[in-house]
């Protein structure tokens, strides 16, 4: 594993002892900052955000226990290079969207959520 810039003190240990779901939704919140900086037009905001969300799938790449979703990660992080380097907020969310899916747990953690909040 490279050195980690946004993440110094995150050792693979101590991600390795998080859950999935709690794994992907820390990378789906890195994408979902990137995504409200491409709405608002911050690219630098954006890169930054992506950035840290690639820092997060590679340690959940590593990651042994996730060798059942080693495939569907790694498309991820290919498609997530295709959206670094070609920004599209839409393409984003479908991309989030996709990720979030692969844990049943945090899939239902974050429709929960917006179904509370879409009800205040």
Do not use: C
């Amino acid at each position: 594993m490279y050195p980690l810039v946004y993440h110094k003190t995150l050792t693979t240990e101590k991600w390795n002892s998080y859950p999935r779901f709690q794994q992907i939704l820390m990378i789906a919140n890195e994408m979902n900052r990137a995504q409200n900086a491409l709405l608002k037009n911050d690219t630098q905001n954006a890169i930054h955000a992506w950035e840290r969300a690639f820092e997060l799938t590679d340690l959940t790449i590593n990651d042994s226990s996730n060798v059942r979703y080693l495939k569907e990660l790694l498309r991820f992080r290919e498609l997530s290079g295709e959206l670094f380097l070609n920004p599209d907020a839409d393409f984003s969310k479908a991309l989030m969207n996709a990720l979030i899916s692969l844990d049943p747990k945090a899939w239902n953690m974050l429709r929960y959520q917006i179904s509370a909040i879409s009800n205040q």
